[in-house]
């Protein structure tokens, strides 16, 4: 994966001799670790990798240490934390400018890699190393092609496999499984089904007390991981037979989200995309209800750097990957939300994303 | 959950007005920031969690203010980045001294909260958050109990469940699925499944290609999480007939563990324990081969604080919920582990996870 500190230090503005990127307990591991090593198999808490513009080295514990090697890193393996600090001291303490990742690195690693390195100046270059992951390379772009695919078939599955009476918990069991029996490593995230009312909260969590009942919307909001790259997608159904403002509410969601997805191609402003699919919904009766921005990077996070939002003046650029996912939400009544994974190209975008749009019934 | 707030003062060596817990995006987001607010749906990227002595606030965005609201807990909701500093600013503000969680809070969002303060000083109060986690709390105790009993019934299960010719991905589908169809709200952790000499490695990621072959060790690790709460397990099964070593290996480990557990009790040294089953197994012809400490603590995080380790001077107190799972690791041939979670008690422990530990073929 020699690339991806070519990568790195070519978006770099600032001079540091290395970039260290270190993991804390989880959750708190740093994604930019796992994107500059390429590691797939191992949890790697408490691990270092240090990156030079032509050589990736990792301090790694003998937990993981086996599948450090198969991947052909440089690897120090340390048996304890007393072993760990003498290894970082050691190959810390040859550099006098360090790049951090502040976005991920915690206060306490912080405090001890300035500690270990003897004082060296940590140079926070977060930003570069977001704008280097941006644009995916296609070893990466071949894994979030397969995370999306593993999950478009499983979202295409969900009329055969969940049904009326079914609990919000039992439908995420379903879809889960099916990723990973279609090859998935694991979930990209915790699902999220939400039934009826609740389909109108983005970030709801299922429960295993809530079930599917006619005339609800069934909201799916679910990817795959695939070697560590994820998918990410959503998909809103009606279980029995829709109302018309079930339709209507739909229907006006996906016309605003491919207005957003007809607007992608290289050089043109998230802001531009984001606005493409407001103006649809802000445009009729659903004004207002549209409460996110319309979309974000993905990659080896689920939220990858870079987005397609009003707040920000980020230019598209071909090779990046992005969800487009408008959505209306009405307290009390429910929401609907369709989200593709697209690759901006230079005159236009590619749908990694293939499951039926069509407003389904259950 | 108010309980929380006196929990993590009472165990405050330090002076500071409140304890501020952000989150970033995940996966770095702060568990105390859950552990303090008691929500149990929801991402709460970006969000922040504002607690006193006596009370929690919350500045959440749009994306879970019903799941904040339905909590009961006092919730500003932000539309948009601007408005979300603005919150922070006003509320901020108001403190001289606030405490922050180094070991999860990041170095960016250690900045914003120092500007945004107007430059309170920032007390790191981990430890505190650390101790007050420790001992666990009565509706803290009832989940950790429940994903404890889910994820037993799906380690009974796996006899019928998973057999030779089933690949690691596919086995570990079985058992998340299984664990969700018991009620968890969600896998704990990415469950390890090992088979063959891949059970060397504790932190091994199953593979979609490896299959159980006649004659392999197939080692589970993994737990179930609910309400957020997590459970934690590891058995190792044979495929077919067991050989004389692998027995062998299995009964030193199991000999180790209950070693482990006798020993346990409140005012006993983490040390002493782990030295119980490091005895065991050092004593004998796998010297060495133990690579890892004994136990760690476990609730709202996986590893959450506290451990059962030689590396460390930690007492044991009644209350405290600790992993129990010694194993033996030989490099190109497997490994065996057998972990139970057990809670603290006056004079012993009690042992939370109740499925078989005998070594059972598949």
Redesign the interface.
């Known amino acids: 994966m020699a690339t991806k500190e070519k990568a790195i230090f070519s978006a770099m503005k600032k001079e540091v001799d290395a970039v260290v990127l270190m993991n ?6 740093d ?1 930019c670790f796992f994107y500059a090593t390429g590691l ?6 408490g691990c270092v990798a240090i990156v030079e513009p032509k050589r990736v080295e990792i301090i790694t ?7 450090a090697a198969e991947e052909g890193l440089k690897t120090a393996v340390f ?4 072993v760990r600090m003498r290894m970082m001291k050691n190959k810390l303490s040859r550099y006098s400018r360090i790049g ?1 990742n ?7 690693n ?2 001890l890699i300035k500690r270990l390195s003897g004082g060296a100046r940590l140079v ?1 270059i ?1 930003h570069e190393l977001s704008e280097s992951r941006m644009i995916k390379q296609p070893d990466e772009l071949s894994r979030i092609r397969k995370a999306c695919r593993i999950a478009s078939m499983a979202c295409d599955a969900i009329p055969e496999m969940i049904g009326e009476g079914m609990t919000e ?2 439908a ?3 879809l ?2 099916r990723m ?2 279609l ?4 979930s990209a ?2 699902s999220t089904v939400a039934f009826g009312a609740k389909s ?9 007390k809530r079930r599917l009942r006619n005339g609800n919307f069934a909201l799916f909001d679910f990817g795959a991981a695939y070697k560590r790259y994820v998918s990410d997608i959503t998909r809103t159904f009606v279980c029995g037979s829709s109302s018309k403002r079930q339709r209507e509410i739909h229907a006006t969601v996906l016309n605003a989200q491919e207005a957003a997805i007809d607007a992608i191609e290289d050089g043109v402003s998230g802001a531009a995309v984001d606005d493409a699919a407001r103006h649809v919904i802000d445009g009729g009766k659903y004004k207002g209800l549209f ?2 921005s319309t979309g974000h990077g993905l990659g080896i ?3 990858d750097p870079g987005s397609i939002s009003s ?1 920000n003046d980020m230019t598209l650029k071909a090779g990046m990957v992005l969800t487009v996912e408008p959505g209306i939400y009405i ?1 009390g009544y429910g929401g609907v939300r369709i989200e593709d994974d697209v690759l901006v190209t230079k005159g236009g975008c590619r749908i990694l994303t293939s499951c039926s749009k069509d407003l389904r019934t259950l």
């Open positions: 804390a307990v989880e959750p708190n591991l994604s797939t198999s191992g949890l790697f808490e514990s003998e937990l993981e240490a086996l599948s048996e304890n934390n007393e951090i502040a976005k991920e690195l915690t206060v306490f912080h405090r926070d977060s918990t039992e995420a069991a379903e889960n499984y990973m029996m090859g998935a490593s694991a995230f915790n109108a909260e983005p970030h709801y969590t299922p429960s295993s409460i996110h996070s689920v939220h707040a307290k």
